[in-house]
């Protein structure tokens, strides 16, 4: 036996042929079609995850898709307050933002975090820009204010929530060729910054674009019930209890009800994945089993 056909009749050759196989179908379901995709936790963080998560979001835009990153930084912000003495407070999962703190979001999200995604993408051989919700004032954003047990209507600083998206922007820069990442900064009325919930961005982009997909990484598996056990397909009805409950909490409330919300404002499927997982993108796109956890309306589960 010649040695290609002992790399053909390999174990591995076959895997990968069956793999290509399976992901054709997709490929050709969602050419054309716009995926958003929330980029945080460890998958920005570790070198090989960061690798691959580049990798795989330039091949999604060779095969015909067009996908939006928008990003986190929430690690980075903390390491840099850290240095100036400041600690990071959260409030029903959302940052308590000061001037100085917004100094600080604004130098990590648009500066440093933003740019180093992009040089990765590029590097990889596609074909990035960075922006956040300033330019062009595309992203905008009034005051928020968070209830709390204790009481309503709590001051948070310059937190914002998103009023409108114009997506003459992205739109444009995707038929360009190119693929928008997004920090998460949005502008008020006289011009002001306010930081927002990248969660939140990323879902109100999503519903802003009409896109196919909405494609959260995080930290965990998915959506977790009490004992650690991973729910796949989710409903409102569902998520209530979840929440009611006090299994949904935390930093995953913004995250969930962002999907939920992409859900019900007509993004076909939103997913919450494993961004520790190599390749999480490719496997939840490409795959005939996904990973994850998927938001279903109820109409449609």
């Known amino acids: 036996m010649t040695e290609q056909h002992k790399i053909l009749n390999s174990s591995d050759a076959k895997t990968k042929a069956a793999v290509l196989a399976e992901a ?43 996908p939006v990153v928008v990003h986190g930084g929430g690690p980075q912000i903390n390491q840099l307050l850290q240095k100036v003495g400041k600690e990071g407070v959260f409030v029903q999962g959302m940052r308590v933002t000061d001037g100085e703190t917004m100094d600080i979001v604004e130098m990590v999200l648009g500066g440093h975090v933003n740019k180093e995604i992009t040089s990765l993408l590029n590097q990889h051989g596609g074909k990035a820009v960075g922006i956040t919700g300033r330019d062009s004032h595309f992203i905008r954003a009034k005051k928020m204010f968070i209830n709390t047990p204790e009481r309503n209507g709590v001051d948070i600083g310059q937190v914002g929530q998103v009023e409108s998206i114009d997506t003459s922007l992205i739109q444009g820069m995707v038929k360009q060729g190119y693929i928008p990442v997004v920090a998460p900064i949005g502008v008020g009325r006289q011009g002001e910054a306010f930081n927002i919930n990248a969660d939140v961005v990323a879902g109100k982009l999503a519903e802003a674009l009409n896109a196919e ?36 909490h935390g930093g995953m409330l913004p995250k969930i009800s962002s999907a939920l919300d992409a859900a019900l404002g007509g993004v076909k499927a939103t997913h919450i994945i494993d961004g520790r997982v190599p390749h999480a993108l490719l496997l939840e796109i490409f795959t005939d089993e996904g990973v994850g956890s998927m938001i279903l309306c109820e109409r449609g589960a």
């Open 24 to 66: 054709l179908p997709y490929i050709r379901q969602f050419s054309g079609c716009t995926v958003v995709i929330k980029y945080g936790g460890n998958a920005m963080i570790e070198p090989e995850l960061k690798e691959g998560f580049a990798k795989d979001v330039v091949l999604l835009k060779l095969v015909g898709m067009h």
């Open 213 to 248: 997909k909405l494609i959260m990484m995080t930290n965990t598996a998915g959506v977790l019930d009490k004992d650690g056990q991973l729910l796949t397909n989710l409903t409102p009805t569902r998520i209530d209890e979840l929440i009611a409950d006090g299994t949904l």
